[in-house]
């Protein structure tokens, strides 16, 4: 586990879900993802800034403006990784493998979902997170 959990889960389910992006597009041309690295690179320095400003800052409108940010970026990730997921890409003689690419990419997409929420709820809300509703790590649920 990693300082601050609640901001890096999001990141650790996004950068889940563009690896799993990212293997069909070696076999075909997965249409609309041909970025993937701008977006982790994107999705990475906000998640920075957010952190250093959630955990270091002083200035309470620009933690919640950059949380918001930070989740737009997350929550528009999820959306089109949500579509992918409802339409996969159909490539001829692979469909048992996208199909398990699939079904992981729905998990860490999920994942994406209930961390952003958490997070909209503790920064921008302020509300505290109920130690039952809170996952450590998307590596090892049972923590």
Not at 18 to 24: F, I
Not at 66 to 75: G, K, N, P, S, W
Not at 81 to 95: F, R, T, Y
Request: glycine share 4%; hydrophobic share 35%; with cysteine.
């Amino acid at each position: 586990m990693h300082f601050p959990t609640d901001l890096n889960l999001p990141w650790d389910s996004i950068r889940k879900c563009l690896g799993m992006v990212e293997k069909p597009q070696k076999i075909a041309p997965v249409k609309g993802w041909r970025k993937i690295k701008n977006q982790r690179k994107t999705l990475k320095s906000l998640l920075r800034a957010t952190s250093r400003q959630v955990f270091k800052g002083k200035n309470e409108q620009r933690k919640k403006q950059l949380a918001r940010q930070y989740l737009q970026q997350a929550r528009a990730l999820e959306a089109r990784c949500a579509k992918l997921v409802a339409h996969p890409p159909a490539m001829h003689g692979n469909a048992q493998q996208i199909l398990a690419l699939v079904t992981v990419l729905e998990k860490y997409n999920k994942y994406i979902t209930k961390f952003t929420d958490q997070i909209k709820r503790r920064l921008l809300e302020g509300e505290v997170i109920p130690a039952d509703e809170k996952i450590y790590s998307i590596f090892e649920e049972d923590t």
